[in-house]
């Protein structure tokens, strides 16, 4: 399968993750930035907020980072909310659509977190039977995000890695490779990060996420929690020169959720991942 | 039932109550308990939903201040999990909530202080509809005549409280010394240029428009306003309507009118 940018996309240069604060400073400026990505979900109500994007879409390329679908939800998708989606993504001609590898809602109630699936032959099951129906109503292929997790089940059966793998397989989709949720998810359940990395289709990877996490004491242990509020810190991208090595220059992004800094401050970690991304040892795509 | 069914069950029941003796046996600990590992998805969960109510309800927040506003959010979350993935559709029962906590029975005007900041949300994340023209809305009313039901551009809201006055006094940071005062407001809420528009309207124009809102018909009304206001002209009251653009459709089931049939 091909992930394909629309016309215009720049994959050779780093985006950001745009957060309405930074929405009038980007309008005006208008800095060199590879590309945005948003949330759908923060332009599925108030019309102004689709129209400012809208505006916006015109001089850079967009990407529909979604996190509300729960793709691993065993009762199935929200019907509501995908045709959102599909209406936002009909409207926005996104060069890229994502998705999680993780649950949300079950029984029509929903947490607003991403909670990791136990990798197992039916849950499987139940997130291609998902994604395939979200890749038909959208009508084209989406990519998966790996999770940053705090646990791990001892129900699974095969590594999480081999689980996206076999998603991939199975459905067509995409992966969007978050090397800040690997490094995360292998301190916090003792994997191994560049093993991760290789055990991904390379070909399927069409995105990668970066961003800055937390680090929590619980009895004298450290938990990293993947907050998005902070720089990138150096063994993520240690890791992220792994994953371009790999995986060639597919487009980067910078995310950046809570502790929201100047714009700047966004710009200046896109300009570290250009640098990277630009730096000889990369390979071609 | 299926494995991955049984334990998002689960795992929903303990985020909610915070007890995950349940999830002892599905988790591996790797150095942490199950309830550790979980506490993390409950926290995140609960700052979560803590911070779009405290969006939605600035004023509500900083009338009873952040403090005890999250300790209320707390048992709000608790008994109520959004029913939707997005965040601006959460806490449409806030207000209800409210009017049954205890310990904020001492703010009487805090239920429909939070009415009006959900009114508000819900006008500004409302879809844009373009209003009816006149010429279709004059056709409408002679082809339906009373039987003529109309959506509106608009929510409708009364309070025996000044809420508009303490709404605007508390949502933002400075300091008004505003002090609630009980007096009957009847407002409007609708979307408008620059924002949100929140206005006091008569009882006549009010109860004509919140019937109307309800989406009952014009007859239905038309009457319950003049048995509010004896003087009250309804030819009038339609002029407006038209002119300040409030009706955006046409409801269906309408009646037609037997002197039009």
Same mark, same amino acid.
């Given at each position: ?13 780093c ?16 800095p060199?930035?590879?590309w ?25 390329? *967009? ?27 009909d ?20 947490? !607003? ?32 995000? !790996? ?97 371009? =090595?790999r ?13 929201l ?5 966004? *710009? =200046?970690?896109a ?15 | ?34 309830a550790?590992?979980?506490?993390? @998805?409950?926290n995140?969960?609960?700052?979560t ?7 939605? @309800? ?17 048992? +709000? ?12 559709? +959460?806490?449409?029962?806030? #207000? ?9 029975? %001492? +703010? ?17 994340? #409302? ?25 509106? %551009? ?26 609630p005062? @009980?007096?009957?407001?009847r ?6 240029a ?10 006549a ?5 919140? /019937? ?7 007859? /239905? ?14 030819? #009038? ?16 089931n ?8």
């Open positions: 399968m091909t992930l394909v940018l629309s016309p215009g996309a720049q994959p050779h240069r985006g950001i993750g745009l957060r309405t604060p930074h929405m009038a400073e980007l309008v005006s400026r208008r060199p930035i590879g945005l990505e948003v949330h759908p979900e923060n332009y599925m109500g108030a019309p102004a907020a689709a129209a400012a994007l809208e505006r916006l879409r015109n001089d850079y390329p *967009l990407s529909l980072h979604g996190v509300g679908l729960s793709l691993g939800s065993a009762d199935g998708i929200d019907a509501t909310h995908l045709a959102r989606l599909k209406a936002l993504a409207r926005l001609q996104p060069c890229l659509v994502s998705e999680h590898m993780s649950w949300s809602g079950h029984g029509g109630a929903w947490l !607003n977190d991403l909670v990791p699936l136990p990798y197992t032959e039916e849950a499987l099951n139940v997130i291609a039977r998902n994604v395939d129906h979200v890749q038909s109503v959208l009508g084209r292929p989406i990519l998966i995000e !790996n999770p940053s997790s705090y646990l791990s089940y001892r129900a699974s059966t095969m590594p999480e890695a081999v689980f996206l793998a076999e998603l991939v397989r199975r459905t067509g989709c995409g992966i969007l490779c978050d090397v800040n949720n690997i490094h995360v998810s292998a301190h916090n359940l003792g994997l191994d990060a560049r093993e991760y990395l290789r055990t991904l289709p390379a070909a399927a990877v069409g995105e990668i996420h970066l961003a800055g996490h937390a680090r929590n004491e619980i009895d004298g242990k450290v938990m990293l929690i993947d907050d998005h509020g902070s720089r990138v810190i150096d063994p993520v991208w240690d890791l992220y020169r792994h994953a371009l =090595d995986f060639g220059t597919v487009p980067a992004m910078i995310e950046w959720d809570t502790a800094p100047a714009l700047d401050v966004l *710009l =200046d970690e300009a570290l991942a250009n640098a990277i991304m630009e730096a000889p040892h990369v390979r071609a795509a | 039932m299926s494995a991955l069914l049984e334990l998002q069950r689960s795992f929903l029941g303990s985020i909610v109550s915070g007890e995950t003796a349940a999830l002892d046996d599905a988790i591996i600990g790797g150095g942490f308990t199950a550790q590992r979980v506490q993390i @998805y409950r995140n969960t609960f700052i939903l803590t911070e779009a109510l405290a969006t939605t @309800y600035p004023a509500v927040c900083r009338l009873v201040d952040r403090r005890f506003f999250n300790f209320a959010v707390a048992r +709000y979350i608790a008994e109520n999990l959004p029913d939707r993935p997005c965040l601006f559709e +959460y806490g449409a029962g806030f #207000a209800g909530f409210l009017a049954g906590f205890a310990p904020v029975a %001492d +703010y009487p005007f805090l239920p429909d202080v939070a009415r009006l900041e959900w009114a508000v949300n819900a006008a500004w994340n #409302a879809p844009e509809r373009p209003p009816l023209s006149a010429e279709t809305l004059a056709a409408e009313a002679t082809r339906a005549g009373e039987g003529l039901r109309l959506g509106l %551009d608009a929510l409708y809201l009364s309070s025996g409280w000044e809420v508009d006055a303490i709404w605007l006094a508390n949502r933002g940071e400075a300091e008004t010394g505003a002090s005062a @009980y007096q009957p407001v407002l409007e809420i609708r979307r408008a620059n924002g949100i528009s929140v206005r006091r309207l008569d009882v124009t009010w109860t004509l428009r919140d /019937h109307l809102a309800r989406g009952e018909t014009l007859g /239905h009304a038309a009457e319950a306003t003049l048995s509010q206001a004896a003087d009250f002209d309804l030819t #009038a009251a339609l002029r407006a309507l038209a002119f300040e653009r409030l009706p955006v459709a046409i409801l269906p309408q009646g037609v009118n037997p002197c039009n049939a």
